[in-house]
């Protein structure tokens, strides 16, 4: 690990200390009450649709001996799962983060899926300075702290800036990402089977990009888990 990163998961650290859990709903303010869960009060989680498990998206890539991506999401991306992202993003109120990963390990726990590595979807460097975090690694960060997995931070790395994802139509978005991910050690992802982890799903062209390059690096297997993700109309 250089230097760099070392700094970088420091102040991620740090950021950590600036919020005491428990005390008060991470979205309301207000007082947790006894059927609180993840630091968000009663009302407030009513408001969150938690959803289903073995509910998934499948990506559009699959490899020549017809491997895919599964992609699944905790939570619908509305209401106050929507203010929970909007705080962490950019309001760096990074300490959500480690609840937003409770949520998702509790997701997962109801699932079959094997991975013995976990990777964030990478930012743009440019963007990670703006920002000073990358949303995705610190819930990368805290499922492998509460999974026991290891977490590969910097092997998986954006080579370009992309557009603002909103602003794109379908296809748009799929040429927008495009061989926009690399990775520095492809050596370290043969034979692996790879959880990549993001904060919201919306077309999945993103997860699809990385989860290619993933299997091109060798990987047994590749599934994603966001913590939200964009509905569909009819759901
Ligand atoms: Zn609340």
Redesign the pocket.
Same mark, same amino acid.
């Given at each position: 690990m250089g230097l760099m990163s070392e700094v970088r998961l420091t102040w991620e650290a740090l950021l950590d200390l600036v919020y005491p859990p428990g005390l008060? &709903?991470? +979205? &309301?303010?207000?007082k947790?009450d006894k059927g609180?869960a993840y630091g968000? &009060?009663? +009302?407030?989680?009513k408001e969150i649709s938690f959803i289903e498990n073995k509910r998934w998206l499948q990506a559009a890539y699959t490899t020549g001996d017809g491997r895919g991506i599964r992609m699944f999401s905790a939570v619908a991306y509305r209401g106050?799962a929507k203010k929970l992202i909007y705080a962490l993003k950019y309001k760096h109120n990074t300490y959500l983060s480690r609840e937003m990963a409770e949520i998702m390990k509790d997701f997962l726990s109801g699932e079959t899926i094997d991975f013995d590595l976990i990777i964030p979807v990478p930012l743009y460097n440019k963007k990670k300075r703006r920002r000073g975090f990358n949303q995705a690694a610190l819930l990368a960060k805290y499922l492998g702290i509460k999974t026991g997995v290891e977490v590969a931070h910097t092997n998986l790395i954006r080579t370009r800036n992309t557009r603002i994802m909103h602003q794109l139509s379908r296809l748009d978005r799929r040429e927008n990402v495009r061989a926009a991910f690399r990775l520095k050690k492809p050596e370290n992802i043969s034979g692996r089977s790879i959880l990549i982890i993001d904060d919201i799903l919306t077309t999945g062209a993103t997860i699809e990009e990385c989860g290619k390059v993933l299997y091109e690096a060798g990987a047994e297997a590749v599934t994603a888990m966001t913590f939200a993700r964009g509905m569909l109309e009819k759901e």
């Open positions: 008060s &709903c991470m +979205v &309301c303010k207000g947790l609180s968000i &009060c009663t +009302v407030c989680l106050e």
